[in-house]
């Protein structure tokens, strides 16, 4: 089985490429659907300490998935990435540029 920064890459690489593939505006079957899809998410991920703290987070007030548009999804997700990085003592991402990274690709 993959190891916990294996099963990480490979989820958040899922992760950013949905929320870059979401409608510009979500219609409210869709945002309803990406509601279910990061709940479940957060129950089914197999780091089972990973995922109690990502629900954690995605629960506090301030921090709900923010589902109306791609470009909310889009820097909800990489706000939520950021949390794991911070908590890792990685590097923080700049979130304004997300949609470089995992949508339009680097401009250099
Ligand atoms: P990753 O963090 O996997 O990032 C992959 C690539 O995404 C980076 O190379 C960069 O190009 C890009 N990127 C980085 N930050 C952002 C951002 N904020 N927004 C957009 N793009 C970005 N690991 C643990 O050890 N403990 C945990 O509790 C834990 N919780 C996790 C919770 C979730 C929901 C997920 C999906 C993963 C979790 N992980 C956890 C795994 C961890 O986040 C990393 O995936 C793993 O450590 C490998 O890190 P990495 O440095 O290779 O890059």
Redesign the pocket.
């Known amino acids: 089985p993959p190891d916990?920064?294996e099963l990480?890459?490979g989820?958040?690489t899922l992760?950013?490429s949905i929320s870059a593939s979401y409608p510009p505006r979500a219609s409210p079957t869709q945002q309803s659907e990406m509601r279910q899809f990061l709940g479940l998410f957060g129950k089914l991920?197999p780091?089972w300490?990973?995922a109690e703290?990502?629900q954690d987070w995605m629960n506090k007030k301030g921090n709900e998935p923010r589902v109306e548009s791609r470009d909310r999804l889009g820097k909800w997700m990489?706000e939520a990435?950021?949390e794991?990085?911070r908590?890792?003592g990685?590097q923080e991402?700049d979130?304004g540029k997300?949609e470089e990274?995992?949508r339009t690709g680097w401009k250099d």
Request: aromatic residues 22%; contains cysteine; charged residues 20%.
């Open positions: 916990v920064e990480g890459r989820a958040w992760l950013h991920y780091c300490v990973c703290d990502f990489c990435h950021n794991v990085n908590k890792l990685k991402f979130c997300w990274r995992w």
